[in-house]
């Protein structure tokens, strides 16, 4: 009786809760995982390659970025039931919403090319125009943009390089070398900082945007294979994941060095910050399993999802920085 009033309590509190979201990049699919056992309750096909995905800014569709199948599939961010397809997307690895809602920028990691796109809603999710295919150098992979709307920044993985865009005219302001194989890109709060995550060494190095163009501040020492970041959510604190030292590193964005380190086995990749801020979701790419982390203890649970997880989410998230 004990056994099955606690399994009815569980299942309460998932029904109340919105789901956990984990892609399985080699899967070409979504697994959709209960809130509270994060046991799997079904899996949902997408495109090939699903990366990354992420949140439209009227918060109803969740967007999941396939870039071999050149589309993006638009999810229920409450149920994971699928909304639409929107295609003729190229190679959509790594995308991002402007602040004002006014721009779509995806990055095409294969193709060595930003687009650039206007979004206007729809009667299901919504539409994209292109408006500017800018070339890249080689392996154009994270993006990050201003607050203002003003500029988007974008890692070039394999060219050692970042590039930033005016959103206005669609133009490069400039492109500058940085470290080895740049991943995850990041602008904090005040517009001023660029971070950036070095996946082929061992830091995170922070430039000053507020000159053109950006000059290297200092480089975070973290741990090896540096690749995507997550704000705690307390407005100070970073979490960077630590890829092939199989750690996570969090920084204090104001000091600018790691205060903490946590260990997470097989390959911790993307993350997201569970609304209550004690619990960090962590998906372990080589491992094939979504690591959830006690923030308190350091304890971890694992559970399987499936071929090479890549980006994890739930609407139950705290902010994102």
């Known amino acids: 009786m004990a056994a099955l009033a606690a399994s009815l309590v569980c299942s ?16 070409a699919n979504v697994s959709i995982l209960d809130p509270v056992t994060y046991a799997e309750i079904k899996r949902v096909p997408t495109g090939k390659e699903p990366h990354h995905i992420y949140l439209s800014p009227d918060r109803k569709s969740l967007l999941v970025a396939n870039a071999l199948s050149d589309s993006i599939t638009l999810m229920d961010p409450n149920t994971g039931d699928i909304q639409r397809t929107i295609t003729g997307i190229s190679d959509p690895y790594h995308l991002r919403f402007s602040p004002d809602m006014k721009w779509f920028v995806t990055a095409a990691n294969r193709l060595d090319h930003i687009d650039i796109y206007q979004w206007t809603p729809a009667a299901v999710g919504f539409d994209l125009k292109l408006v500017k295919r800018v070339p890249a150098p080689k392996t154009p992979s994270h993006i990050a943009i201003d607050s203002k709307s003003k500029t988007t920044y974008i890692s070039l993985q394999d060219s050692d390089q970042v590039m930033a865009i005016d959103l206005a005219t669609q133009t490069p302001k400039w492109t500058i070398p940085v470290g080895k194989t740049p991943a995850d890109i990041l602008v904090t709060p005040d517009d001023k900082v660029l971070l950036l995550a070095l996946t082929g060494d061992s830091y995170v190095e922070a430039y000053d945007i507020t000159v053109s163009p950006a000059k290297l501040i200092t480089r975070i020492k973290t741990a090896a294979g540096a690749h995507a970041f997550r704000g705690q959510g307390d407005g100070k604190h970073l979490f960077v994941s630590n890829r092939t030292a199989n750690s996570i590193s969090r920084i204090d964005m104001q000091a600018l060095k790691v205060v903490d380190t946590f260990p997470v086995p097989g390959g911790p990749d993307c993350m997201d910050v569970l609304a209550d801020g004690k619990t960090l979701l962590v998906t372990s790419r080589w491992a094939g399993k979504l690591s959830v982390i006690n923030l308190a203890d350091k304890s971890i649970k694992r559970y399987p999802v499936g071929k090479s997880p890549h980006g994890v989410w739930t609407l139950n998230h705290a902010p994102t920085l």
């Open 12 to 27: 309460a509190a998932a029904l109340a809760a919105p789901p956990v979201f984990v892609l399985n990049s080699l899967d």
